[in-house]
Antibody
Framework: QVQLREWGPGVLKPSETLSLTCAVSGDSIKGPNWWTWVRQPPGKGLEWIGEMNHSGDTNYNPSLKSRVTISVDRSKNQVSLKLSSVTAADTAIYYC?????????????WGQGTQVAVSS | QTVVTQEPSLTVSPGGTVTLTCASSSGAVTSGNYPNWFQQKPGQAPRALIYGINNTHSWTPARLSGSLLGGKAALTLSGVLPEDEADYYCLLYYGGVRVFGGGTKLTVL
């Protein structure tokens, strides 16, 4: 069974850089699948942030691209997200999920999410 | 950027049938947009339901099905149960960029 678990700082100040990690079990980061980040501001809908595979190929949401970096740590089987210059608008629950590609494009397994609050 | 539109809210009676739709501002939704549907209940992570128009996951209830309807992706729930009350999100693929719809709040009443 594939499981994903996210964690991060919980609270950070405006202009700081958010760093989140997603630990994957039950699947290898080195395999054919991609790994994605999605966020959800309080009381609002889902927003796709971006995705990456183990080779370093990435796709990003154009509206966030200038501030986002997604990376993988093959030795730890983890995926990371960095979001720079955060503001209150970046307050959200952040989820990681597995992406199946190659003739199909779908998310299947999701983490439980990690809450991030940006506050001075 | 492309906008994906869903009904903000729908209400259905227990045992009834309801169809949720997902429209793209860039034109008709096609198989190349690889529609995905997710269910989210309060305090929980989204759960994948349908992908690639009408493919289900092993955990997807048989009363749920997907289709293309009038240029939109559609999710139909038949024989609705109280536990189907939730928010439902569609996700469309645009050649490397993915866009979620705003979500539909489904009330079972």
């Amino acid at each position: 069974q594939v499981q994903l678990r996210e964690w991060g700082p919980g609270v950070l100040k405006p202009s700081e850089t958010l760093s989140l990690t997603c630990a994957v079990s039950g699947d290898s980061i080195k395999g054919p699948n991609w790994w994605t980040w999605v966020r959800q501001p309080p009381g609002k809908g889902l927003e796709w942030i971006g995705e990456m595979n183990h080779s370093g190929d990435t796709n990003y949401n154009p509206s966030l691209k200038s501030r986002v970096t997604i990376s993988v740590d093959r030795s730890k089987n983890q995926v990371s997200l960095k979001l720079s210059s955060v503001t209150a608008a970046d307050t959200a629950i952040y989820y990681c999920a597995r992406v199946i590609r190659g003739g199909a494009e779908f998310f299947d397994y999701w983490g439980q999410g990690t809450q991030v609050a940006v506050s001075s | 950027q492309t906008v994906v539109t869903q009904e903000p809210s729908l209400t259905v009676s227990p045992g009834g049938t309801v169809t949720l739709t997902c429209a793209s501002s860039s034109g008709a939704v096609t198989s190349g947009n690889y529609p995905n549907w997710f269910q989210q209940k309060p305090g929980q992570a989204p759960r994948a339901l349908i992908y690639g128009i009408n493919n289900t996951h092993s955990w997807t209830p048989a009363r749920l099905s997907g289709s293309l309807l009038g240029g939109k992706a559609a999710l139909t729930l038949s024989g609705v149960l109280p536990e189907d009350e939730a928010d439902y999100y569609c996700l469309l693929y645009y050649g490397g960029v993915r866009v979620f719809g705003g979500g539909t709040k489904l009330t079972v009443l």
